[in-house]
């Protein structure tokens, strides 16, 4: 930490603000300016948050951080990127590209079968369905719950395709971890710390969508507590923030994914569905994506969208699906990946 | 809803959407513009939001709610404004305003209790103190937990003043019903609708914070969680939304006050601490948020901020509280209210 | 500037950075924190701005500023508040209030005259109204140019009040002089440094309009320009920033009221017209701004609004603008300001 | 537009509504639904926007506009996408993608020609550099001015590629249209209409670059601008825009690109040095923005940016430029896109 001092600053209150840095544990280190005194904190600078609460300090102009706030999600403290066994020799984070695809809630077998099948066929590896639905509106419809779990996991069998499902509370933690490959954390939840540190406690992968106005700091903060609490098996998404933007629905991040990458040594996946609202920005930003050094890719395919029981808006038909593929597979060789 | 279909658009795309509609139970009103068709859906708009999925269908561009997605919320169904009984004589929605202060964490008895003082003589209302804390860092001060509960509950013996702490998950529920007059579920939890359910089966007063990226829309519906489970006593707190501007923490939107008082029935209050994240703009922001019509403040009191364990550079000493009081009350007589 | 250098960083990458600092004519001081190297660039940090290209370095993490980049406009260097004098008795930045009103757009003499009577018995001080206005679209009216200056100046020649009108380009500076006793530049130009420049060289009063998405810092910066070229008559506006949030036209930064007033000895006031974008949120806002601190307001006022040809939805009609007036007044009382 | 009346509107306050909308010139079509009467107001959108003045009227909920305002720029009205010549054998818009690469500002005839040549060698098109320099700072340095034109002009005939230069102001139009192939209007002028206007007067094609807070229709409107003055020659620039977050200097929104291709007909290219402010992200970046569709990028190359005079953090070294197209060329081809 770098803690500035105001112009004009008495000694009494430089000497009171050494005295507080010192006694948080941390060795002051004195820098004179032309027009004020700097300190640095010299210490671990993970868990100096307190130090923070010099600013309320009279004489005090500002307390700037120098290191990120996080350990164990730093690629700075483990440089090798981490790969993620997703189950049935599906997994995320090498040179091979991982795609989830399926509807954004399961609504009926047929609808889940029809769409199981059609990414077996066109390569994609993983399933989604949401089971328990986070809705805006408490009379929109909320999932099939139980249910809709049986008919995952019957698709899972059915395909031999592993399955990642939402979890929106702790208490369903332990019906889900029965049924899926993966537990998916939404953006709404990002900062339910509560819910991090119970998914941080099993040991099935976790996924986490980055809320739309969770900044990238934040985002591996969450992470931090997931791995914190011994699973490290933690997959970032990004999936679109929010801006003043009102063309797409959210406004997808694409840099995000160098900026994730640099950090942590974590997948980084991308969801252009969620990320744009609109089924036909779908295709050319998960090419973005791609180009740009996702690891994978969660798109949202639905058989009749015009119909579908939420965001039909964002959902690509089985056949489109299938031709984003071949474009991103495509794109793919192009950065020396695989699908 | 109006569905409003490309220029272009065949008479095939037409009639299947026409027949879309119907097949939702809505009747449609035609209209034939220069360029265009444009349908309305006549129905109940809530409870429409299936036929967003329209813009999924070929010839549609775009589709546009009219109503507002709330019911239980909203002033239009409910024109008279809500008067919530906060305990111990205290109340909120009525011409007299409501202010709670208090520290961010529950860190030790002498603390609360110096506090609890300070509110007392000063003319505050309800003590504020969070026993569970949600922290981005998980190296963080995360709450003294039961212990907190039960310091907040001595002071509040003590002192004869009602109490608001956080709820941030279902499993606490309970315990913090047994100690405190009023459930609040913070910001990061805005969106946490399982919690929400669960508050709304409850009968002590909810008090929401507006989510850094929610909109003021997506509040109501929050709200309309809590009021469709049953409980009616909802207060809407304003605590600064994300902005690009860093010079204050967050950007306190001080015209969500006379946005929301419009478009809903429930008090609504401001939270100028959190809002800011600075000591120092406390007092002018707790003055503009009166002036604009809020039902009351929540305020950040600590009596050593520099050695806070949590939100230090934005609390108020004993002293500076005092008198900002004094000009609560002076602003307060200016907009016909009473402290 | 404080420059931090990566873990693991190289001797000669240190070396380097070092000489480079120096080369730039700043004094280093070192600082070896537990995991890496920090050193502070000593010498006048305006001016500075060339260190942030150390960060194309090698070696280098971060290069963080600690001093303001702006000299003439902060307090720190001039503690006294400017009051700046608007002509025909007029000014602003005293404990006395300047409330601005008049039309977005002068249309006729029959309407600027009906407006600026009102103004008159209501207490208001100076009047506004454009005459080349700034539109998105360049299908909208335009603004009647060199008639609306007369207009103007016939209003202030009929009621003795000071008009304020936007200057949109260099070339029309010297007409506007001719006419106006202050100079407005709009939101859409507060970075056009070529016409700041050149109103920086003039001896009116100008008032700056806060861009759309203009942090505070960079507000500070334009202001800069106009001083920087002698003339040190500035007075600041907020206006709203653009934010995610559409139930008001933009979102009012009333925190950006203390903050300026904090870091500028300059006039400070506020728009809630163009801030909200509704008629019906113009007084509450103009309450908070006032309670806020602002020095004055700026209120958009027009004889029949729903046949304005600009700015119709968020303007007052002059029996609802008498009554703000009245409100106002009390408000100021509060906060120890007069009309 | 659609005018939606209030809940409880009285017959009185309708009929003033109908009234009005047909005295603007439109004809009314009704349609009344469950709870409240909406008008339909049937003519050419655009223009209209008049009608949004109909806010201010009594019993008023809302207007919606349900056209876009703009005419010439789309793609609606203009379904074939526009080539644009900009000189020396070098075009855009067409499916050879058009690579423009330059230091941020021109500073040395040696910096120049290094630059050139290195761009000429690896497959660039067009060179850029700033002449007159649009800086935050008054301190900051302002470009070599019309000595920045001469050395552009020199490198123009040395390496035969033609150049895009900043015009800041109206009165430097002239000298610009000397030197340069391309004008180039800057993002924070994007809306000062009176230099849209006149560049608009021009012959040459102009890049806009879009601003940080400007909206994609916003965008449109300000090409409408200058195709409305008689010059078609337009092309659009994503170059980040304003957000909270600040791991990148802005977001570079690439869902602007597939946005812009189907709203308009005019070409579109990115600018990753701007969008994400630090060299490291610029290739990731890049493909990013290949791969959803751009016609082009901007790319920012200096011989050595840790002494660039400005934005040296976010400039590309030419060995590393080179590489970048290498990358580019790849991604260009599973596009179905040369170089």
Redesign the interface.
């Known amino acids: 930490m770098?803690i500035?001092m105001k112009?004009g600053a008495t000694q009494e209150q430089i000497d009171r603000v050494k005295e507080?840095i010192e006694g948080f544990g941390y060795r002051v280190?004195e820098?004179?300016?032309?027009?004020?005194m700097?300190f640095?904190a010299?210490?671990?600078e993970?868990?100096k948050?307190?130090l923070?609460?010099?600013?309320?300090?009279p004489g005090v102009e500002k307390v700037?951080p120098?290191?990120s706030?996080y350990k164990l999600a730093s690629r700075?403290t483990n440089p090798r990127s981490t790969v993620i066994d997703m189950g049935l020799g599906v997994s995320v984070g090498s040179t091979r590209l991982l795609v989830i695809a399926g509807p954004c809630a399961v609504e009926s077998q047929e609808q889940i079968m029809t769409v199981a099948s059609a990414l077996k066929d066109s390569g994609a590896h993983m399933l989604r369905g949401g089971a328990f639905k986070?809705?805006?509106?408490?009379?929109?419809f909320q999932g099939l719950k139980d249910d809709g779990l049986v008919l995952l996991s019957q698709a899972r069998e059915e395909y031999g395709i592993p399955v990642i499902t939402e979890v929106?509370?702790?208490?369903s933690i332990e019906i889900i971890l029965e049924y899926a490959d993966c537990l998916q954390v939404g953006a709404?939840?990002i900062?339910?710390?509560?819910?991090l540190?119970q998914v941080g406690k099993t040991n099935k992968p976790v996924l986490l969508k980055r809320?739309?106005?969770t900044?990238?700091?934040?985002f591996l903060?969450s992470a931090?507590?997931v791995l914190?609490e011994g699973n490290s098996n933690v997959i970032l998404c990004e999936r679109g923030?929010?801006?003043?933007?009102?063309?797409?629905r959210n406004?997808?991040?694409?840099?995000?994914?160098?900026?994730l990458k640099?950090k942590t040594h974590l997948p980084v996946i991308v969801d252009p569905s969620h990320?744009?609202g609109?089924?036909?920005?779908v295709e050319?930003?998960a090419?973005?994506?791609?180009?740009?050094?996702a690891d994978g890719l969660m798109i949202e395919v639905h058989p009749r969208?015009?119909?579908?029981?939420s965001d039909?808006?964002q959902?690509l038909r089985p056949h489109e699906f299938r031709k984003v593929m071949e474009?991103i597979k495509?794109?793919a060789?192009?950065?020396d990946r695989t699908l």
Chains 1, 2, 3, 4 share one sequence.
């Open positions: 770098i500035s112009r507080l280190h820098s004179k300016g032309e027009e004020r700097v640095g010299v210490g671990d993970r868990g948050e307190r923070t609460c010099l600013e309320a300090q700037i120098i290191l706030p700075e986070p809705r805006t509106s408490p009379y929109a929106m509370d702790i208490a709404r939840n900062q339910n710390f509560q819910l540190k809320g739309m106005s900044t990238i700091e934040e903060m931090e507590y914190s923030i929010r801006t003043f933007e009102t063309a797409t406004t997808l991040d694409i840099s995000a994914v160098p900026v640099e990320g744009t609109h089924a036909r920005y050319p930003m090419y973005a994506a791609i180009a740009a050094g969208p015009e119909e579908a029981l039909g808006p959902s474009g495509r794109i060789a192009a950065v």
